[in-house]
């Protein structure tokens, strides 16, 4: 979903001085939990569309390159607030937020709340995250797939997996099980800011 929507951002705002950049968290890729990685990664996405390299970003990795000290927070903040007002708009895209572990996901909450005030956010998690009272401009949009459609897209995966029809062949009522569970969890939200 939220590929899709950097394509139609890309799409209506083409030829425009507009920058967009989008971190996909993942559970099991630990480049994309930490709150120092994803503002390194936004980072170098705004830098990138910026030719050339404005002269800021090169002093702020001079500074730092080779050295035992790292930047602090606020500096990596302030220089992708530097980045971003070399567009007239900037847009960020975040999905799964609750792909985050709980240590990692209240540092990268702070992050967004700290973006919002320059750049135009998307964020998506399941309901178990809290966005509500953390932004000042929240839209929520709710996207739940319908019963009919994971009914027939479970049934279809259990049908062509072999593993799968293994085990539903030594108990046919474990079908239902599964698709029953499932479809309890399937529930979905979308936050948009």
């Known amino acids: 979903m939220v590929s899709a929507a950097v394509s139609y951002v890309e799409e209506m705002t083409g030829g425009s001085c ?6 996909y968290c993942d559970y099991q890729d630990a480049n994309t939990l930490s709150g120092d990685a994803i503002l390194g990664s936004l980072t ?27 930047p602090n927070y606020e500096e990596r903040i302030s220089l992708l607030r530097l980045l971003a007002g070399h567009f007239q708009r900037t847009y960020v ?7 985050c572990p709980e240590d990692n996901r209240e540092e990268l909450l702070c992050l967004t709340t700290e973006l919002q005030h320059f750049v135009r ?7 178990n995250v809290d966005l509500q009272g953390r932004f000042s401009n929240l839209t929520r949009i709710d996207i739940v797939a319908s019963e009919s ?17 293994a085990f539903i062949t030594k108990d046919q009522s474990l079908r239902m099980e599964i698709v029953q ?11 948009l800011i």
């Open 149 to 165: 459609d994971v009914r027939a897209y479970l049934l279809s995966k259990i049908e062509t997996n072999r593993r799968m029809r």
């Open 93 to 99: 895209f975040i999905d799964a937020v609750d792909e």
């Open 44 to 70: 170098r996405q705004l830098a990138e569309q910026c030719p050339p390299v404005p002269l800021e970003v090169k002093a702020f990795r001079d500074k730092y390159s080779g050295k035992n000290a790292r």
């Open 18 to 23: 507009v920058a967009i950049a989008y971190v």
């Open 121 to 127: 956010l998307f964020i998506t998690s399941r309901p």
């Open 181 to 191: 569970g499932l479809q309890a969890k399937a529930q979905g939200f979308c936050w």
